[in-house]
């Protein structure tokens, strides 16, 4: 198997002499940058398997770089940063970052939360011949490609909205509460009111209107969000 190349930007040089150094010991190859520019730069020559990236950086911040990265590729990406608080996990996770990992931290774990991520990936590419498309509304929803398709074209779901839709229309008929939503799709093992669902909801609904679709996502107020099989 062809080694699993992975981009690290932190404007810490320390931290990523860090994390590069246990990443090599671990069969990766590994590239760095002080900055997301530098990163998105390298990224659009050649991309990477995996990124880890800061969220503050000089030039561009991980915010920015994520969101970019986002509109182009499913490419894996984890948060490492010291902004720790609620809101900062949230935003990283809303922009469509796999994971979110705190300064100062065990760089055994981040290796950990790669591997695991990989192992995902993986399984879910050992089972795709299994899956088969599933039709709902007036959209067709192909797991294989992480799909959702109107009239035969993709409406351009990010990895974690094309989940969202995914977990929704086969619990379809069932009202689905947001703490089940961030378990099941952002692994967040927490109770916290949170935005990241209502907003991926929100650009869903709109990637859908947008595509002329009327499958409609319902609010169930106070407690999550339902698709309704009308067929």
Known sequence: MD???????DDETNIRNIIKSFLLKEGFEVE????GSALFEAFNRKPADMLVIDIMMPN??????CSLVRQKSSVPIIIVSAKDTEPDKIAGL???????????????????????????????????????NLSISDVTINPDLKQVEFNGADIGLTKMEFEVVYYLTINKNRAVSRSELL????GFENEVETRATDDAIKRIR??????????????????????????
Request: hydrophobic share 35%; glycine share 6%.
């Open 94 to 132: 809303t922009l469509g970052s796999d994971d979110y990992l705190t300064k100062p931290f065990s760089p055994m774990e981040l290796i950990a939360r790669i591997k695991s991520i990989f192992r995902r990936i993986e399984l879910d590419n050992s089972n795709s011949t299994e899956t088969k």
């Open 32 to 35: 760095t940058f002080d900055d």
């Open 183 to 186: 378990d099941k799709i952002w």
């Open 206 to 231: 709109k990637k859908l209107s947008d595509a002329g679709s009327n499958l409609k996502i319902e609010t169930v107020w106070g407690f999550g969000f339902k698709i309704q099989d009308k067929g």
């Open 60 to 65: 561009m911040d991980g915010y920015s770089l």
């Open 3 to 9: 080694k699993k190349l992975i981009y690290i930007a």
